[in-house]
Nanobody, 121 residues
Framework: QVQLAESGGGLVQAGGSLRLSCAAS????????MGWYRQAPGKQRELVAQ???????NYADSVKGRFTLSRDNAKNTVYLQMSSLKPEDTAVYYC???????????????WGQGTQVTVSS
């Protein structure tokens, strides 16, 4: 089994900052891409940012320059630093990771339970 534990969501005023964390645990042999998606009410889930094992990042245009994604490979943890938050950033944020399990060596995509981020105007 592989689990993704998210933390750091909450309520913040527009212009404020939050940092989300996501730690992967369980039967992990290797992790490839880690990242965050978000889903606002009535909207489809969308990519926020992702990072490879080598540290290459990819951001949605809507968050470029405001959000920073980083990763600690030793801890199997990814961090999303969100700054200059806007009301339109309000959503449930989901962590995701592409993991090769130690018991099978098969790659699969795993998701966290989601953490709510609410930005008030």
């Amino acid at each position: 089994q592989v689990q993704l534990a998210e933390s750091g969501g909450g309520l913040v005023q527009a212009g404020g900052s939050l940092r989300l964390s996501c730690a992967a645990s369980g039967s992990i042999f290797s992790i490839n891409v880690m990242g965050w998606y978000r889903q606002a009410p009535g909207k489809q889930r969308e990519l926020v940012a992702q990072i490879t094992g080598g540290g290459s990042t990819n951001y949605a245009d809507s968050v470029k320059g405001r959000f920073t994604l980083s990763r600690d490979n030793a801890k199997n943890t990814v961090y999303l630093q969100m700054s200059s938050l806007k009301p339109e950033d309000t959503a449930v944020y989901y962590c995701t990771a592409v993991v090769s399990r130690s018991d099978s060596l098969r790659w699969a995509n795993y998701w966290g339970q989601g953490t709510q981020v609410t930005v008030s105007s």
